[in-house]
């Protein structure tokens, strides 16, 4: 199975080597639209939300991209991936790939120095905790009805999936803990997220 992370700007190379772990994938950069055609699902990585949005302007990918997530193909957004695939952004009139019914907040807890790290589980994810790295990080302040929460951290949303969409406010690339990568392969695929 080929997966895709998005190659324009981020933690591209932290998510290959995620994806190498895993034996049923074939990780592939992609930053060109023929690319983006033959891949199997995409990881959109964290980052710069604005940079990427421009990059993906530049590079012509909005439009082909919006469609096959419209058409199903799974992806992961990690932090600025989350707020590219919001509909909405607080405090803002633009949005980006606007396919996914959340309303998510910028650098929600303050400045770069407010990054933080914490050990927690997520029920559907992982019964032991994990580390949740959290960089200048969004957050979700809002959800329509058939997206699922998959986990808060002080009342906030931080993880969510709404059928083909999974987004996390965290950094699984940066842990070396691929329990995050595993469970996007193991349930994004197959049509396995309509269950
Ligand atoms: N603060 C960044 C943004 O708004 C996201 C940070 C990240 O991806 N680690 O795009």
């Known amino acids: 199975m080929k997966i895709g992370v998005l190659d324009l700007q981020g933690s591209v190379t932290e ?13 592939v950069r992609v930053k060109y639209k023929d690319q983006i055609e033959r891949i199997d ?10 940079t990427i949005s421009k990059l993906l302007k530049s590079f012509d990918l909005m439009d082909i991209l919006k469609k096959r997530i419209k058409r199903g193909m799974p992806i992961w957004g990690t932090c ?27 650098n929600a807890y303050g400045s770069q120095l407010d990054s933080f790290l914490i050990e927690d589980k ?8 994990i580390p ?3 960089i200048r990080a969004p957050y979700i302040t809002n959800v329509s009805n ?4 998959l ?7 931080v993880a969510a999936k709404q059928k083909n969409i999974l987004v996390t406010s965290f950094h699984p690339e940066l842990t070396g803990n691929d329990c995050v990568h595993k469970y996007f ?10 269950l």
Do not use: Q, W, Y
């Open 146 to 149: 058939d997206v699922k929460i």
């Open 185 to 194: 392969i193991r349930n994004f695929f197959n049509n396995n997220f309509l």
């Open 41 to 50: 699902g995409l990881i959109i990585p964290g980052g710069e939300s604005t």
């Open 151 to 157: 986990k808060k951290v002080n009342e906030k949303i």
């Open 132 to 134: 949740l790295v959290f």
């Open 15 to 27: 998510h290959i080597n995620m994806l190498k772990k895993i034996e049923t994938v074939i990780p």
């Open 122 to 129: 997520i029920p559907d994810i992982s019964k032991k905790s």
């Open 80 to 106: 600025a991936g989350m707020i590219l695939l919001a509909k909405k952004i607080d405090g803002s009139d633009n949005a980006h790939l606007k396919v996914m019914d959340i309303d998510v907040k910028r």
